[in-house]
């Protein structure tokens, strides 16, 4: 059974950095796309940023330039380094994988809260 397990959020002020870390088990690490979402309250989860097994990544536009994902295969960890954060970056993110493009995003974590006063 694949397991992702997130931490490293916390409270941060605005402008600050954190660094989450998602870590694996249960699937072959090095064979998934790895994707970190955030979730507020009463909103859909939207995707933050993706890697591809040949670490290929995508981000949102919200996030470019201050966010940068990357992955560890060695340790089955993916994470997202957060800089010069904003308090509409608040959110609980959450780690994904997929084994295909065609496949939807899944595994999910617990997730992790992040909050970034003004």
């Known amino acids: 059974q694949v397991r992702l397990v997130e931490s490293g959020g916390g409270l941060v002020q605005a402008g600050g950095s954190l660094r989450l870390s998602c870590a694996a088990s249960?699937?072959?690490?090095?064979?998934?796309?790895m994707a970190w979402y955030r979730q507020v309250p009463g909103k859909q989860r939207e995707l933050v940023a993706a890697?591809?097994?040949?670490?290929?990544?995508n981000y949102a536009d919200s996030v470019k330039g201050r966010f940068t994902i990357a992955r560890d295969n060695a340790k089955n960890t993916v994470y997202l380094q957060m800089n010069s954060l904003k308090p509409e970056d608040t959110a609980v993110y959450y780690c994904?994988?997929?084994?295909?493009?065609?496949?939807?995003?899944?595994?999910w974590g617990q997730g992790t809260q992040v909050t970034v006063s003004s």
């Open positions: 994904a994988r997929r084994r295909s493009i065609l496949e939807a995003f899944g595994s």
């Open positions: 249960g699937t072959i690490f090095s064979m998934n796309h």
């Open positions: 890697i591809t097994t040949d670490l290929s990544t």
